[in-house]
């Protein structure tokens, strides 16, 4: 039996580490008590270290529902772990990041990294990005993929904290120049960039701004591309078929 999507349910993107400023760790508080205080339950990728850490850790502390999915492997090798340098793992915030309230915290265990995505995405109604690494990266630009294809209509926020993802925004801006993204694919993904004096990042409430993007967010501004992934064919000869379409009928609970 497939998962039903919950549309209140929010999926956030983040690392694993801390990162070295502490405006990223403030705004992971800010998201997670701003998440509990609105009754949207918390879909990540399980791990209790760094922003993932602080994030659901927050959520929790303010009587939140969290929901944490990870990979086997992962769970066997004792967590995902720090994939920065060793002078990241100290806390600028002395906050959230010890192990109370995790036995509230329902786990789902998935056989590769690829399951976790869909895993996900199919439970939530809409994602949110707090700054990251390469796995944080790839998971925000899957899922605006997927709008992009149809696969679902659902908003994507990104926390530009400290000016993180300008360079993320920019490399868009000039794929719409160099004619590789259409101009109105531009509205896939919302980019809240806080106060523009960066010294006031640290006090910033990212958590109400996340809720309002996500609330205000207009779908009808996205023209997808619409293919009908539960369509079956007839596959020419020295073609593989592969049962996609019981793939995505469980990816998404068509």
């Not at 990870?70 to 010890?98: I, S």
């Not at 609330?215 to 073609?239: L, T």
Request: aromatic letters at 10%.
């Amino acid at each position: 039996m497939s998962t039903p999507t919950n549309p209140s349910a929010i999926a956030v993107y983040c690392a694993s580490s801390l990162g070295n400023q502490k405006a990223y760790q403030l705004a992971a508080i800010s998201l997670g008590c701003a998440l509990a205080t609105a009754e949207r339950p918390l879909v990540y990728g399980g791990g209790s270290r760094g922003i993932m850490g602080i994030v659901s850790g927050a959520v929790l502390e303010h009587g939140g529902h969290v929901t944490g999915v990870v990979p086997f492997a992962m769970v066997a090798a004792g967590g995902e772990g720090d994939k920065a340098d060793e002078t990241t793992k100290t806390p600028a915030v002395a906050y959230l990041l010890n192990e109370k309230g995790r036995e509230k915290t329902e786990t789902i265990i998935v056989k590769s990294m690829h399951d976790r995505k869909i895993e996900m995405a199919k439970r939530v109604g809409g994602f949110i990005g707090l700054p990251g690494g390469f796995g944080t990266y790839e998971e925000i630009l899957e899922v605006i993929c997927w709008t992009q294809i149809g696969l679902h209509t659902k908003p994507v926020v990104i926390l530009n904290v400290l000016n993180f993802y300008d360079p993320l925004r920019a490399q868009i801006q000039l794929g719409i120049k160099e004619g590789f993204i259409q101009p109105h694919n531009e509205h896939l993904v919302v980019f809240v960039d806080g106060p523009s004096d960066v010294n006031e990042h640290d006090t910033f409430d990212w958590g109400k701004a996340a809720i309002d993007a996500l609330d205000g967010w207009d779908g009808g501004r996205v023209q997808c591309k619409h293919f009908d992934w539960q369509k079956e064919q007839e596959i020419p000869a020295g073609w593989i078929r592969t049962s996609f379409g019981a793939f995505v009928s469980g990816m998404f609970g068509f």
